[in-house]
């Protein structure tokens, strides 16, 4: 979902840094080959996750929401030299197309992949994450959050992903729309949390920045 008209995007786009071989060829075999390859972050969301990631060099990164692997790509660019990604997702299916990626990319011993429901998996996970980046189903973005702030220390930053939900958070919700209600919630709890210092950004679908303090 785009918010500007297309020219302007097409402007952005192209007034930002290229997007790297590796990653055009993952998205290109991730359009030909795989359902829904509209989740997939895409040119100009990827430089974004990757030039914050660089600000920040994190040791430890959480990816909540793996698909075929392009943003953990793109975060991994910024991460520290001895520093390990754990990404996690509950399609099986994805994981030989994820690995071919990790391995090309020469992040490969760095990238753990954990293949199930991130629920339970994030609890087992016994480290202090740098920077997270919560893109999975979004009903259990609130859930997420709570697993989340234990592991977290001053300084670590969460990125939330498609937070405007095409701008459904703005409109009516009917009772059985438990992504877009849980979104709203979301929105609200991590602008008001004591914790964390929040910024919602209008890129692409909604991005959001919160920093812990
Ligand atoms: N971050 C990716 C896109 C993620 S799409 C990118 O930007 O390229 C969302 C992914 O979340 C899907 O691959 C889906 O299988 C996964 N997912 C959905 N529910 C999940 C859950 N409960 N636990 C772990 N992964 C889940
Ligand atoms: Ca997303």
Redesign the pocket.
Known sequence: MHFIPDNLDDYVAKHSQAEPKLLQELNHETWQKVLTPR???GHFQGRILSIISKLIHPKNIL??????G??ALCLAEGMKKKGLLHT????EE?HDIQRKYFDRSGFGNQIIQHTG???DIIPEIDLTFDLVFI???KR?YCNYLELLIPKLKSGSVILSDNVLWSGKVLKPVSEDDIDTKTLVSYNKRLNEHPRLETVLLPIRDGLTISRVI
Do not use: F, P, Q
Not at 63 to 68: F, L, R
Not at 88 to 91: P, V
């Open positions: 989740m997939l972050s990816e909540i929401g793996t698909y075929t392009y943003s996690i997702d509950i399609n994805l429901n991130a629920l893109d999975a189903d259990n």
